[in-house]
């Protein structure tokens, strides 16, 4: 099957904040589709601010798959959701419907897109405890140094203040012998794909970015943070998100409340910076300014493709 006889699908890329939910809803609206997320933290329910989660009236009435599929203590990893992904985009087609694959999780959107084959490597206790010894002993900035120069394009993909992510990526190139970055092969595509990113002059961004945490603050996000604590416990895995983390060493009174939101701004701008590293290695990405640039690209690709 050559790729154009392959389904059909888009995809929004770009940074956090960049206006991806109001672009993909609009498309999907016009285009009779339904969204497919691919964003590594709205998986989680009850991580519904902090995660910047679109409201459920504020959908359109258009269906949204892969959002509050798990619980913030559960483990997710990059193949189930490639597995979950695909079998969520198989259900639209089914339906007759255009999927619009949309989110700033790169790893996700490759995963469907290029037909990654992750390579699935059980934990290593032992391992993740010597990794974690070092942490306490060393410092985070020390040992992610040394997951960057065993895999310099980590830089780009780990968050280098999740202890998790650097454990995990470091345990892996251990295990391997290979670069975290490097484990995923590519397979021919499963679909015929679109890829439209959204870039925003840097300025505008950030001025984005600090906006959407100061709603964040207003809308209640400490008070989020206090019903997951009380459900979960402060140690799980979706705690290590930016938003999260810094609302919880307010909560443990290590910052102040003003402290905690200028640390939120700085660290979802330096992951906005390494989401754009990312997306621009792909050339295939269609990048666009203004979210009415999208419409002219999606038609030209349904009619001609």
Known sequence: MNIQEKPKIIAIVGPT????TT???????KYHGEIVSADSRQIYRGM??????????????????????????????AA?????????????????????????TGLYIDAVLDNLEIPKIKADPELRATIEKDIAENGLVAVFKKLVDLDPDAAYVVDPKNPRRIVRALEVAILTGEPFTAQR??????FSALKIGIDL?????????????DLMLQDGIVTEVENLIKRYGKTCAAFDAIGYREIVDYLDGKISLEQATDIIKHNTWHYAKRQMTWFRK???????AKPE???KMVEEFLINN
Do not use: Q
């Not at 904040?17 to 991806?20: I, L, M, N, T, V």
């Open 282 to 288: 792909d050339k295939n990405i269609r990048w666009i």
């Open 17 to 20: 904040a960049s206006g991806k």
């Open 201 to 213: 002059p840097s300025e505008i961004l950030h001025e984005r970015i600090d906006r959407r945490i």
């Open 80 to 104: 189930d959701y490639k597995h979950d992904a695909i079998a969520a985009i198989e259900d639209v087609l089914k339906n007759k419907r255009l999927p619009v694959l949309v989110g700033g």
């Open 48 to 77: 519904d601010i902090g995660t910047a989660k679109s409201p459920i009236a504020e959908r359109e009435n258009i269906p949204h798959h892969l959002l509050d599929i798990k619980d913030p203590n559960d483990e997710y990893t």
């Open 185 to 190: 092969k590519k397979n021919e595509p499963l």
């Open 23 to 29: 672009l993909s809803i609009s498309l999907a609206k």
């Open 293 to 295: 640039e999208a419409g």
